[in-house]
């Protein structure tokens, strides 16, 4: 199971969103899982990856030092060294492509070097399946997210969702992924300020803001 199946949107929203992990099996396979997962953080690293973390701290990390107003002066150019160096224990290791081509090109170079850990592949079950076919892999299961019941109307519209949603771990509250919704549509903020910003809160890495701007973008194209 994981969080990254409470991700909101349509089948076709999910062509630029891609998530592979490799965890390892506590008490099985975890001697030794710690250099094993920095292997694998490496070979995602190679295949141009929109975010990647260990469980801890993705990419985009926040920094303490900062006020708030210094998101927008800040560079957004990913840490993968970081995300590699900070992993100390065993646990997740994942990474999002915001292709297929990429994913593909990635797990077959996961296969090749045989980690000998579990690795999963998230994204629409169609997409999912192909990756796998496409690297040899025939799916030997599949999980379902049963989606949202809100009989009260209490949920956001599903711009809102879709933004919030990508940290499975509700770190990208709603209220945050509206305000940035707001500040583009306005002119305020740039596609990609904003979707660097929401990446930041999401500590495991596997928000993807590729997908975010592309939403974004939508957005403000629906206001113009």
């Known amino acids: 199971m994981t969080n990254t199946l409470h991700r909101y949107g349509k089948a076709a929203s999910f062509d630029d969103d891609y998530i592979v992990f490799c965890i390892p099996s506590p008490g099985r396979n975890d001697e030794g899982a710690v250099e094993k997962q920095k292997q694998f953080l490496r070979i995602c690293a190679r295949h141009d990856p929109a975010n990647m973390g260990n469980g801890n701290r ?17 560079g957004a150019d990913p840490d993968w060294e970081g995300v590699i160096a900070e992993v100390k224990k065993p646990g997740t290791a994942a990474a999002v492509f915001d292709s ?16 000998g850990l579990s690795v999963n592949i998230s994204a629409s079950v169609e997409g999912a399946q192909e990756v796998a076919e496409c690297c040899g892999i025939h799916r030997h299961s599949v999980e379902y997210s049963l989606g949202f019941a809100d009989p009260h109307d209490h949920l956001p519209n599903s711009q809102i969702l879709q933004l919030s949603t990508m940290c499975g771990h509700g770190m990208v509250s709603f209220n945050m992924a509206r305000k940035m919704l707001d500040m583009v549509r306005e002119g305020r903020r740039a596609p990609e300020q904003a979707a660097a910003t929401l990446a930041r809160f999401c500590p495991c890495g596997v928000y993807n803001p590729d997908r975010a701007k592309r939403l974004l973008e939508e957005a403000r194209r629906r206001t113009a």
């Open 58 to 74: 993705g990419s985009f990390k926040p920094e303490r030092r900062l006020n708030p107003t210094a998101h927008w002066r800040r």
């Open 100 to 115: 297929r081509e990429k994913a593909e090109a990635c797990l077959r170079d996961v296969i090749e070097a045989d980690l």
